[in-house]
């Protein structure tokens, strides 16, 4: 929240205080810290009523009725890792402390749940072997492999959670346990995580196939490795107006070719353009797949992306493109992974 700091309040101010800082606030709670700015603990306003009822004064100091062991964040949580402990714990506000438990924001649920909840459900491709990344993914799948301060897939769950995305399937083949055991069935995130459990490996979309029947579409289908803010709602949204078949999100990739071009015709050198750059449109890895599309998907069976796609064109189907914006990075090989850790913080906040 904006003006978390009119929650704060001292362990000798009273009750009668406390009281005016959680009505100026609005949130239903007082921060209470020392002079340092050191968190002591929490006074929700059912904290003051209660203590009121009990025999205290509007006079007395709160120190006695303080809760001291609040559920805090760490300074720089994305929001969607902070929404996620907010269900998980079902909490309506959730403090934020730098190392030294300090205050440093206010997360509350209204400040993250702008958006509706979504009933499209979400698959994260999350099976592959990552064997570009070498010795790093010899004991760890690549989407639990720590970029800042939690595994790839975390941050990429959490981005969904803010839009509103609640159902989840994690498609899974090399170290799935690593990846179940971690996330479970997404209860105490406040999802509904499921598996798709593939034998062997089913290429990039053939687990799509292992979706439950119910599971008509549209799906969002994005890849395990792709940390990205695109607003993954208005790809929908898009996607469903224009009754596509299949969306494919797309990125601007530039290459330039680092020397001078020549153009030359009939033994004569007619220009030279020095260090020309190119753009051209690249897959993303994020996609949306309506009921057509997933029914051509074999069941049980390897089966890429681009081949399905190319299908959908060949059947006349519409395949529409939703161009990204803002940042996007694939995490395939070691200097992408490095890229992502130094930009973490910057991009994420945490």
Same mark, same amino acid.
């Given at each position: 929240?904006?003006?978390?700091?009119?929650?704060?309040?001292?362990?000798?101010? +009273?009750?009668?205080?406390?009281?005016?800082?959680?009505?100026?606030? %609005?949130?239903?709670?007082?921060?209470?810290?020392?002079?340092? %700015?050191?968190?002591?603990?929490?006074?929700?306003?059912?904290?003051?009523? #209660?203590?009121?009822?009990?025999?205290?004064?509007? =006079?007395?100091?709160?120190?006695?009725?303080?809760?001291?062991?609040?559920?805090? *964040?760490?300074?720089?949580?994305?929001?969607?890792?902070?929404?996620?402990?907010?269900?998980?714990?079902?909490?309506?506000?959730? +403090?934020?402390?730098? *190392?030294?438990?300090?205050?440093?924001?206010?997360?509350?649920? %209204?400040?993250?749940?702008?958006?509706? =909840? @979504?009933?499209?459900?979400?698959?994260?491709?999350?099976?592959?072997?990552? =064997?570009?990344?070498?010795?790093?993914?010899?004991?760890?799948?690549?989407?639990?492999?720590?970029?800042?301060?939690?595994?790839?897939?975390?941050?990429?769950?959490?981005?969904?959670?803010?839009?509103?995305?609640?159902?989840?399937?994690?498609?899974?083949?090399?170290?799935?346990?690593?990846?179940?055991?971690?996330?479970?069935?997404?209860?105490?995130?406040?999802?509904?995580?499921?598996?798709?459990?593939?034998?062997?490996?089913?290429?990039?979309?053939?687990?799509?196939?292992?979706?439950?029947?119910?599971?008509?579409?549209?799906?969002?289908?994005?890849?395990?490795?792709?940390?990205? @803010?695109?607003?993954?709602?208005?790809?929908?949204? *898009?996607?469903?107006?224009?009754?596509?078949?299949?969306?494919?999100?797309?990125?601007?990739?530039?290459?330039?070719?680092?020397?001078?071009?020549?153009?030359?015709?009939?033994?004569?050198?007619?220009?030279?353009?020095?260090?020309?750059?190119?753009?051209?449109?690249?897959?993303?890895?994020?996609?949306?797949?309506?009921?057509?599309?997933?029914? #051509?998907?074999?069941?049980?069976? *390897?089966?890429?992306?681009?081949?399905?796609?190319?299908?959908?064109?060949?059947?006349?189907?519409?395949?529409?493109?939703?161009?990204? =914006? %803002?940042?996007?990075?694939?995490?395939? @090989?070691?200097?992408?992974?490095?890229?992502?850790?130094?930009?973490?913080?910057?991009?994420?906040?945490?």
């Amino acid at each position: 929240m904006k003006h978390w700091q009119r929650t704060l309040v001292g362990p000798d101010a +009273p009750l009668r205080q406390v009281l005016k800082a959680i009505d100026a606030a %609005g949130v239903g709670i007082a921060l209470v810290v020392d002079e340092g %700015g050191v968190l002591i603990g929490t006074l929700s306003d059912g904290d003051v009523r #209660r203590a009121l009822i009990n025999g205290a004064a509007l =006079e007395q100091a709160c120190r006695p009725f303080v809760h001291t062991t609040p559920v805090v *964040a760490p300074d720089g949580l994305d929001e969607g890792a902070a929404l996620t402990m907010l269900r998980a714990r079902k909490l309506r506000q959730l +403090p934020r402390v730098d *190392a030294d438990g300090r205050v440093t924001g206010l997360s509350t649920v %209204g400040d993250l749940l702008d958006v509706p =909840e @979504r009933p499209e459900p979400v698959v994260i491709m999350a099976g592959g072997r990552g =064997e570009r990344l070498a010795e790093l993914t010899r004991t760890t799948p690549k989407p639990m492999l720590n970029v800042g301060p939690r595994p790839i897939l975390e941050t990429i769950i959490s981005g969904l959670a803010v839009q509103g995305f609640r159902r989840i399937f994690l498609s899974v083949n090399y170290m799935a346990d690593q990846i179940e055991a971690h996330f479970g069935d997404g209860s105490d995130r406040g999802l509904n995580i499921g598996y798709l459990r593939e034998d062997r490996p089913l290429g990039t979309c053939g687990a799509l196939s292992l979706l439950p029947p119910e599971v008509e579409g549209p799906v969002l289908v994005t890849n395990g490795d792709v940390l990205t @803010r695109v607003d993954y709602g208005q790809v929908m949204e *898009a996607h469903i107006r224009d009754g596509a078949a299949a969306t494919v999100v797309v990125r601007d990739y530039e290459m330039q070719v680092p020397f001078g071009v020549i153009r030359a015709a009939d033994g004569r050198i007619s220009g030279i353009e020095e260090k020309p750059s190119q753009v051209f449109n690249i897959n993303a890895g994020v996609y949306v797949l309506s009921r057509p599309a997933l029914e #051509r998907i074999p069941r049980g069976q *390897a089966y890429d992306m681009p081949t399905l796609i190319q299908a959908l064109i060949d059947a006349d189907l519409a395949v529409r493109p939703h161009r990204a =914006e %803002g940042y996007w990075l694939d995490i395939g @090989r070691p200097p992408d992974y490095d890229r992502a850790n130094a930009e973490f913080g910057a991009v994420f906040g945490g």
